[in-house]
């Protein structure tokens, strides 16, 4: 604590800590982050272990709920996800209004915030906790309704119901690439490498956009509004925006001629505000974990379904020179989880607009879990304080005297 805000008339003393990067926000049992060993947790278990065994739902459920589900929890989990996939026909009206080159992201964040006026009683600070599962049950079956609504509208394609009798994410490749003419298959190697890249984007302790959706809670606002500013947040290139940044920086790379010397030395000059999109962490000033799993997976996934993507190339030989680098080595600057996720969702033939928009409907159960711990905890609401440094007191001056 430092007392420049008494020095400068204000009383009692302020924290200044830019960015928070030596601030608790909270006391969380959800996420355990470990910056320096590279270690990363969810409710206890190691992520290896569950993007190794788990699946997607499941995830969200021990998130949520704090353990993981049996059978029957689990069946049951699923089951009421699945019977309220549809979204209100109006906001199929809504959709329209849109452009059509609209960035899915800021249809999504819309979207989500509109369904606050559909189920208004969400709106009430003293929910009964069966209105509280009810709306966390509606945002996870209905934030992939909405994404791949967001998708087609930009691509022209028609609306596709979704269709209940399908798992999770093969319901949202249906809505994203079935047509309506065509019987639906989807190779399941695309599922599970889906199910893996949201497993290791579900949580990641008080990041900026959970922060946010936290901040935004606290005041009491409503769960569906707070997870609209969450996907706000998230859409900057610094945060979850950085996927989509990265497979434009390599294909930059790949149109300049392959010359990564190039583009490593404009990350390196501080006169360039370029970054190389995908490296470097808050947190981690060692191997992003989630980072080791996606650079395997992709190879993987490109294999079995059988893609050269010269971009994985430069990729990885990006990596390998930075590694060596005097700049990357001193700053701790390790490949981040965006750094190979963007080839992956490539390969499974998803538009790079919509990368971010693959985060968002990773981070969601994180983002449930937080805003419900800090209501459980009756957390006082958000409200940072600054040390003022304007000008100091003085008169009006009237338009005729300036
Ligand atoms: N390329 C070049 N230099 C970098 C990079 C990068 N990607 N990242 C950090 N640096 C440098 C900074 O210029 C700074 O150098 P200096 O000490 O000479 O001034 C030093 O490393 C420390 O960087 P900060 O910006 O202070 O680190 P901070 O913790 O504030 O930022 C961030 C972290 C935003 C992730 C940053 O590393 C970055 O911009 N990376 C690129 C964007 C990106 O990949 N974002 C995704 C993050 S993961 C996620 O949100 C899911």
């Known amino acids: 604590a430092i007392d420049i805000a008494k020095l400068r008339g204000q009383s009692g003393y302020i924290t200044l800590d830019p960015g928070f990067k030596n601030t608790g926000s909270t006391e969380s049992a959800i996420t355990f982050l470990d910056g320096e060993k590279g270690i990363l947790r969810y409710r206890g278990y190691p992520i290896e272990q569950l993007a190794e065994h788990s699946n997607f739902i499941e995830v969200a459920y021990l998130l949520i709920n704090g353990k993981l589900p049996n059978r029957h929890e689990l069946d049951q989990f699923q089951g009421t996800i699945n019977r309220h996939s549809l979204v209100h026909e109006n906001m199929k009206l809504m959709l329209q209004a849109f452009p059509a080159h609209a960035h899915p992201m800021g249809v999504l964040s819309s979207l989500m915030a509109s369904l ?36 087609r509208n930009s691509s022209g394609a028609p609306i596709m119901y979704p269709k209940n009798s399908l798992g999770y994410l093969e319901n949202f490749l249906y809505m994203m690439f079935g047509m309506p003419t065509e019987e639906f298959s ?66 930059n790379i790949k149109a300049d001629g392959g010359n990564i010397e190039k ?21 981690y000033k060692n191997f992003d974990p989630r980072a080791k799993i996606i650079k395997k997976a992709a190879d993987d996934v490109l294999n079995k379904l059988g893609i050269n993507d010269p971009v994985l190339e430069i990729a990885k030989k ?85």
């Open 186 to 251: 989807i190779d399941p190697v695309i599922v599970d490498a889906l199910d893996k890249l949201l497993i290791l984007h579900a949580d990641h302790e008080q990041n900026c956009s959970t922060s946010t959706v936290r901040i935004v809670g606290s005041s009491q606002a409503n769960l569906y509004s707070s997870i609209s500013a969450g996907v706000s947040a998230l859409w900057g290139p610094l945060h979850g925006g950085a996927n989509q940044a990265v497979i434009e920086m390599l294909e």
């Open 116 to 151: 606050s006026t559909f189920y208004p009683e969400s709106q009430n600070p003293h929910r009964a906790p069966e209105m509280v599962n009810l709306t966390i049950i509606r945002l996870l079956s209905k934030m992939p309704t909405l994404a791949a609504m967001a998708h």
């Open 263 to 283: 583009w490593i030395d404009k990350a390196k000059d501080k006169d360039d505000s370029f970054r190389l999109m995908g490296f470097g962490h808050r947190v």
């Open 318 to 402: 990006l990596e390998e020179i930075a590694l060596q680098d005097e700049y990357f080595v001193q700053r701790n600057l390790y490949p981040n989880v965006d750094f190979y996720s963007g080839i992956i969702y490539r390969a499974l033939g998803i538009p790079t607009e919509m990368f971010t928009v693959m985060f968002a409907l990773g981070r969601l159960p994180g983002w449930i879990a937080q805003w419900k711990e800090m209501t459980e905890r009756k957390e006082p609401i958000g409200r940072p304080r600054q040390v003022y440094i304007g000008e100091n007191v003085r008169d009006y001056v009237h338009m005729a005297d300036r």
